[in-house]
T-cell receptor
Framework: EAGVTQSPTHLIKTRGQQATLRCSPISGHTSVYWYQQALGLGLQFLLWYDEGEERNRGNFPPRFSGRQFPNYSSELNVNALELEDSALYLC?????????????FGPGTRLTVL | GEDVEQSLFLSVREGDSSVINCTYTDSSSTYLYWYKQEPGAGLQLLTYIFSNMDMKQDQRLTVLLNKKDKHLSLRIADTQTGDSAIYFCAEGTASGGSYIPTFGRGTSLIVHP
């Protein structure tokens, strides 16, 4: 069974540009989570999508947005990029009803803002 | 607010036991997790414990939870070089029907021969 996939692996942008990151969850998983892992910091929760709707968002400005498609894949958009947006962006998916509420993570997209 | 803290580095010799410690502040935590991140990879769930348990053992892994002190530890017996990775402690609290974990900054475990 394929795991969570993310694309692209690396993304280089300049300040002020927009970045789009993509995530495909494990087949059958309806929830997708996005996290930012900046150097030296833990994972910071960004967004949670379930059944096509945004269910929760972390403490990030509105220029961080996203959506979930009918096939449960998801996009994260970051507008007006700033240098401090440089980080590893991790996507995770989960299956409703699992006892542990385990999240399965993808390998991440490394975003570099110059 | 919520906060999860853990030491940044731990160095052990191959064959010894490793103990990674974590403290958290949210007393309403329901699940506590340990994730492992190898270089260039995403996080992988190692084990988890319900907040009403005080110990869980899974092969070489032992998780101890002191709910009164909000202290969680992960013990890896007979540590191997393949255990070298970053270990994240996380606590999960129900939010809108899911458990959005709050992660610590991770402990880099270095295993040397």
């Amino acid at each position: 069974e394929a795991g969570v996939t993310q694309s692209p692996t690396h993304l280089i942008k300049t300040r002020g540009q927009q970045a789009t990151l993509r995530c495909s969850p494990i087949s059958g998983h309806t929830s997708v989570y996005w996290y930012q892992q900046a150097l030296g910091l833990g994972l910071q929760f960004l967004l949670w999508y379930d059944e096509g709707e945004e269910r929760n968002r972390g403490n990030f400005p509105p220029r961080f947005s996203g959506r979930q498609f009918p096939n449960y894949s998801s996009e994260l958009n970051v507008n007006a990029l700033e240098l401090e947006d440089s980080a590893l962006y991790l996507c995770a998916s989960s299956l409703a009803g699992m006892e542990s509420n385990e999240q399965f993570f993808g390998p991440g997209t490394r975003l570099t803002v110059l | 607010g919520e906060d999860v803290e853990q030491s940044l580095f731990l160095s052990v010799r191959e064959g010894d036991s490793s103990v990674i410690n974590c403290t958290y502040t949210d007393s309403s935590s329901t699940y506590l997790y340990w994730y492992k991140q190898e270089p260039g990879a995403g996080l992988q769930l190692l084990t988890y414990i319900f907040s009403n348990m005080d110990m869980k053992q899974d092969q070489r892994l032992t998780v101890l939870l002191n709910k009164k002190d909000k202290h969680l530890s992960l013990r890896i017996a007979d540590t191997q070089t393949g255990d070298s990775a970053i270990y994240f402690c996380a606590e999960g609290t129900a939010s809108g029907g899911s458990y959005i974990p709050t992660f610590g900054r991770g402990t880099s475990l270095i295993v040397h021969p």
